[in-house]
Structure formats: structure tokens, C-alpha cells
């Protein structure tokens, strides 16, 4: 990742600088300039001195929130190193002394920064492992480990309640209200809400771009996509996350001259304003804001409109969740929002019948060919005297059920199916794979691979590609294998039915999955059944493929945007 010329009229860092980056780790380097960029937009004129510690592989980051500000939150963790760094950030509007902390207390700021970064090794499987946990979390983590089935069982009761509150119609949010329940909470002569200024002379014509996290999900490589077009485009990519992870993509050559902002929670605030969003719009001309499953700019967006009436919001969604997750929090500010951007038929039937957003605000654009080029075909006839190959190619979640997975591979090998299975990705469910691959007896027939290992190589190896997720969009790898040549076999969630043929579906309860998963995997251990699966997926995609895809519409958009 090259580091954007945009900061260099943003901050100024002092001589120390140099010799402390030399100690750090690349990430750990692009996550403290991440955090000086932030302190500079939210502390204008002001010189503050850094101070990087070394946290534990159990810690996140810690870059943006109150506790940095206070020397008790890094007191044991060993210091790399301090240097100073001037904010060159000149504001159009009067800039406040004082800043609240979640509790609404008055923060005391010494211009002192105290930063938490990660060590090398540190990943999602590290932190949880650690994590102080209650009764009924270990129960589960019991239940997951040693009794799959009965937990998903269990699981499924209650994501069958959360689905139906989901499909009801959900109240729009009333950000007016809000800002007068503002005003009486707050006694002292504050204005709430307090908008952005104008915006400097010569300001960057920017788009601000909100993530989840920086790290390997669908979302996310769509994400990286659109930060791509903004920056062919002519337009600067401002990317900011706010969930907590390791974010080991920050140096990806995606990110080349975008400003990132990787936020920890709860940041310092003033009542109706926001301090970071309020510096973008005055130093940059923010042409426009695309939103990818990111709950901090949702709650934002108001704000944001009032700041800058008629700026164009995108949003992109991928996936209906239980309860409604991310397509829900975009229908309650749906005012706010121009364009809703949906991968599947059913997240666009869902707006428009169930949550009545206009059908002119709802666009589907899939994501067919966003991966094409990681998974061609190997052009490798498959040895047809080898065992059946299964890959479970995807992040390493609850989501995506890698213990159902497994559980299949038990049932096959009992059954006394011939295969060998590969599990490639990462996430903090790695160990419990490892451990589980021993104890069903597995390890001569499972390969586990991270994300190191191109997912094209897997899918060169792969006659299946076998899909145990709970729920889902319409999945990236589906897209990916079917351009394999590799047929897909899935758990009927979601959109995967726009995809997958009815009788390659399986039903997503484990216990009444297995009987109809052995028997297809029994008829796909025959080249032409599976030939017949690839062709009828190809021509579902195919069919898809007759929507301009998201990629080109996106173009289109942001295209607009730069004139």
C-alpha cells in the first residue's frame, strides 16, 4: 500500500518518526499513520505526541477510541517508540475546547496519544481464545466442539423466530426526534446538531467509503473493487471501518492512495456532531458516500444530509440476515439513502415488498464477474482413479458452519464414500477445525489451508465445492467455482437458489441434511453427473450475467460523481 500524497496537507510528522517506523511491522506501520490521520482530522492546529505500545495477540487494535487519550489503558504494554506529530488541518467551523467520552463526562485532553498495536501473529483466533467469558458462552463453545448436531438443532429454533420478526416492516428512524432528546439530556449551551463548515479552498474531490473491517469477507472485496473505480475515476478514496479486527488487508496495493481510517470504539464526541465526518467535509469535496456493511455510517447518515443536502449515499448488500442485520439498518434510514445497491433478487424483493422502499431506489446488480479472474479454469483433465475432492473454501465462522462440514466428512467416511476434502480460509473457528479433523479421525483425508493459498489453486484441486453456510447472500465462491469448472452444492440459504439447482440444495438444519447430502455426494463421484451440475449452474449465472453487473454499474455511478 503506497501511502497517499493527501496527508501530506493533512499532518506533519516530526524526525522521530522515521526511526520509529523502521522498528515496526508493515501493518503495525499503516495502523499508526491510520491513527495519526484520525487524531489530525479531530484535533485541527494541534501538535500531539504519540506514544506506540505493543499489545498482546488477545488485544485489537486501539487507534480512535476515548482510551486513547489516557495512559492506564497501555500501562503494560511495552512502549516502541514515541514521536510527534502537527495537525496542518485548517477547519471552517468553530472547533470546540472540550470532547465527551461515551458516557457523555467531559474528557481530559493532554496531547498525549496512546496507541495499542497488534504483534505479527495476532489474528481473530488469537483474541478469542483469550476472551473472559460467561457460562452460557462456554456452554456453546461445548456444544459447538463436542455435540455439533444438537447445537445446531438448537440454533435453528431460534433462527427461525429471528427470521420472522426480521420479515415484518420496520419503523424509519427519526433523527429529528433524536436531536431533541439531544437537546434536553444536554443542559449547557451547546447548538446540537452542529453541521460541517464549508469546505476549503482547493479541497480533493473525494468519496467516502465505509467497510465492515479490512480483512477476507465478500463484502470486503466488493468494497476494495469500488475503492478501486473511485480512484480510477480521478476521485481520492476515503476508507473508513469500524469493527474491531487485526485488519490484515490495510497494506493491500487496493488501498494504494486511499486515506484509511481504521476506528476503535467508543470514539470521543461532541452531543449532534461528529468530529471525523465534520473534518472530511471541510477539507475535501466529498462527491459522494458508499456504504458496505458499515452500522457506523448508517447512524451517520442523517448527520451527513444535513451537512451536505443532496449528497448521493450508495449502499451495497449482500445478505438478509436473521434478524435483519445490515439490510435492515439501511431500511430505517432509507431516507437518507439514494440508491440501495443488492446482489440477489431476494434482498431486492425484500426492500421493495416488505420494507416498501421505492422500486426506483433498489438496483440489482450482481456480482458475477467480480472474481473471475482469481478462478479460471486449471485447463488440468481431472484424474478420474483419484478420490472425489471436496473444498469448503470460505471464512472460518459460525456463518459458514465449518463444524456441519465436518460433520458431513464423518458421515461420508462411514458411509464409506472415497474423497479427500480441503478446508481453505481463515477465522477464529482454525482451531476448533484442527482439533475436531483429529478427533473424528480425519487427518489423512483433510487438508486445512489459510488464505495465504490462492483460492484458485483450491479450486484447481476441487471436483465439489460444498457450501454448509446458515445463511447467505448469494456466495462469492459459488461465483468463483462455477468459473472453475468446480459444480457447487449448498445448503438452501439465502439467495443460493438463484444460483444452485433445486437438487443441489440441501436443507440447512444439519440432522435432516446428511441422509440427501451422502446421496448427492454419491451421485456426483461421477464425472458426467457432475458436468450435468456445472452446466445448468453455468447457465443460472449466465442468466444473472443479463443484469449489468455490479462492477460496470458502479462505473457508471461513480463516473457521475467525478464530472
Known amino acids: 500500500m503506497v501511502v497517499p500524497a493527501a496527508t501530506q496537507r493533512l499532518f506533519e510528522l516530526d524526525v522521530a518518526w522515521d526511526a520509529v517506523s523502521a522498528t515496526l511491522a508493515e501493518r503495525q506501520r499503516h495502523l499508526a499513520l491510520s491513527a495519526v490521520l484520525f487524531h489530525a482530522l479531530t484535533n485541527p492546529g494541534r501538535t500531539l505526541t504519540y506514544h506506540l505500545h505493543l499489545g498482546g495477540d488477545h488485544q485489537y487494535p486501539r487507534l480512535t477510541d476515548e482510551g486513547t487519550y489516557r495512559r492506564s489503558s497501555v500501562v503494560d504494554a511495552p512502549l516502541l517508540g514515541t514521536f510527534t506529530a502537527r495537525s496542518l488541518v485548517e477547519p471552517t467551523s468553530e472547533t470546540l475546547a472540550q470532547v465527551f467520552d461515551s458516557e457523555g463526562a467531559l474528557i481530559r485532553d493532554t496531547n498525549e496519544r496512546y496507541l495499542l498495536l497488534p504483534p505479527s501473529e495476532a489474528d481473530d483466533a488469537s483474541v478469542r481464545a483469550k476472551w473472559k467469558v460467561g457460562w452460557d458462552v462456554r456452554l456453546y463453545e461445548y456444544l459447538e466442539e463436542h455435540e455439533p448436531a444438537l447445537l445446531d438443532v438448537i440454533r435453528n429454533f431460534f433462527w427461525g423466530r429471528y427470521e420472522r420478526e426480521r420479515d415484518r416492516r420496520h419503523r424509519r428512524r427519526d433523527y429529528q426526534r433524536e436531536l431533541a432528546a439531544m437537546r434536553r439530556e444536554y443542559s449547557m449551551a451547546l447548538p446540537i446538531p452542529r453541521l460541517a463548515g464549508g469546505m476549503v479552498a482547493d479541497a480533493p474531490p473525494a468519496v467516502i467509503i465505509g467497510l465492515h473491517f479490512l480483512q477476507a469477507g465478500g463484502a470486503e472485496r466488493w468494497a476494495l473493487e469500488t475503492v478501486r473505480i473511485v480512484r480510477e475515476a480521478g476521485l481520492l478514496p476515503i476508507v473508513i471501518t469500524d469493527r474491531e479486527s487485526q485488519q490484515p488487508w490495510i497494506g493491500r496495493d487496493d488501498l494504494d492512495g486511499a486515506l484509511v481510517l481504521c476506528l476503535s470504539h467508543p470514539t470521543t464526541s461532541h452531543p449532534g456532531d461528529d468530529l471525523l465526518l465534520r473534518a472530511i467535509m471541510e477539507q475535501f469535496d466529498v462527491r459522494g458516500v458508499l456504504v458496505h456493511h458499515c452500522q457506523w455510517l448508517y447512524d451517520r447518515l442523517a448527520w451527513l444530509r444535513l451537512s451536505r443536502p ?5 449502499d451495497s448488500l ?6 435483519g442485520g445490515f439490510p435492515r439498518g439501511a431500511a430505517v434510514v432509507d431516507e437518507d439513502i439514494t440508491v440501495h445497491h443488492v446482489i440477489s433478487e431476494q434482498l431486492r424483493r425484500w426492500l421493495v415488498d416488505t420494507q416498501r422502499v421505492p422500486a426506483d431506489k433498489v438496483v440489482l446488480a450482481p456480482l458475477t464477474t467480480l472474481t473471475l479472474d482469481e478462478a479460471r479454469p486449471s485447463g488440468d483433465p481431472r484424474d478420474p482413479t483419484k478420490p472425489l475432492t471436496l473444498a469448503f473454501i470460505g471464512r472460518k465462522t459460525r456463518q459458514k458452519r465449518p463444524d456441519v462440514f465436518l460433520l458431513l466428512l464423518r458421515r461420508a467416511r462411514r458411509a464409506g464414500l472415497e474423497f479427500r476434502a480441503i478446508i481453505h480460509g481463515d477465522g477464529e473457528m482454525d482451531g476448533l477445525i484442527r482439533r475436531t479433523v483429529h478427533r473424528y479421525g480425519l487427518d489423512d483425508m483433510v487438508e486445512i489451508r489459510s488464505s495465504e493459498t ?90 444473472l450475467a443479463t443484469y449489468e453487473t455490479a462492477s460496470e454499474w458502479m462505473k457508471g455511478v461513480v463516473a457521475q460523481w467525478a464530472k
Open 310 to 314: 443532496g449528497i448521493p449515499v450508495v
Open 318 to 323: 449482500h445478505v438478509l440476515e436473521f434478524q
Open 454 to 543: 490462492p483460492v484458485g489453486e483450491t479450486l484447481g484441486e476441487a471436483d465439489l465445492l460444498v457450501i454448509t453456510s446458515s445463511n447467505e447472500g448469494i456466495t462469492l465462491t459459488t461465483f468463483e467455482a462455477v468459473a472453475a469448472g468446480v459444480p457447487v452444492i449448498s445448503t438452501d440459504v439465502g439467495a443460493q437458489a438463484e444460483v444452485i439447482p433445486s437438487d443441489a440444495l440441501l436443507p440447512r438444519l444439519a440432522a435432516t441434511m446428511m441422509s440427501p447430502a451422502l446421496d448427492l455426494l454419491r451421485k456426483l463421484s461421477d464425472a458426467g453427473a457432475r458436468e450435468n451440475l456445472l452446466a445448468r449452474e453455468r447457465a443460472a449465472v449466465a442468466e
